[in-house]
């Protein structure tokens, strides 16, 4: 992809890849004799394998930062009712991401569909009117593009 940002998709696995840093976690030994993997020296009880598996998730989301708070539950500016395909009442972000999400993935991969997910992400993401009508007017080229 020359210069542009790339697909949501792959923005998302990056997103992921940032909230579980493969340095913070270790691989787990499998030439472990006893059957219990353990990713600290000595034999795993019980009480410490769940006091490392809630120490450890606490250390890896508190070093992620904090996440954006996402509200889906957003109205579009206005009402959109596609023509073809699945029979739907686009309403909320919500809807819209619905719809978006029921596509096939060569068909949210095109330009239009994947620049229509950016904008969803970032009005759930801002809450801001222009966000929100931006999404709503690339979701509608996006269905007049399809046909």
């Not at 890849?17 to 353990?38: E, H, I, N, V, Y």
């Not at 795993?44 to 954006?68: D, E, I």
């Not at 996402?70 to 959109?80: E, N, Q, S």
């Not at 801001?128 to 009508?133: F, L």
């Amino acid at each position: 992809m020359a210069g542009g940002k790339p697909p949501v998709y792959k923005r998302f696995t990056e997103f992921v890849r940032r909230l579980f840093p493969p340095s913070a976690t270790k691989k787990l030994r499998p030439d472990k004799p006893s059957g219990a993997a353990s990713l600290r020296g000595g034999a795993q009880t019980p009480r410490k394998k769940v006091r490392w598996c809630f120490g450890s998730s606490a250390r890896v989301v508190h070093n992620a930062g904090m996440l954006p708070a996402y509200d889906f539950k957003l109205a579009l500016t206005r009402v959109i009712e596609p023509t073809r395909g699945p029979r739907a009442e686009l309403a909320t972000l919500q809807d819209a991401a619905r719809f978006i999400g029921q596509m096939k993935p060569w068909r949210q991969a095109r330009p239009y569909w994947d620049f229509a997910a950016d904008l969803l992400l970032e009005a759930a993401a801002t809450s801001d009117e222009g966000d929100i009508e931006a999404a709503t007017a690339q979701i509608e080229r996006a269905l007049r593009v399809e046909g």
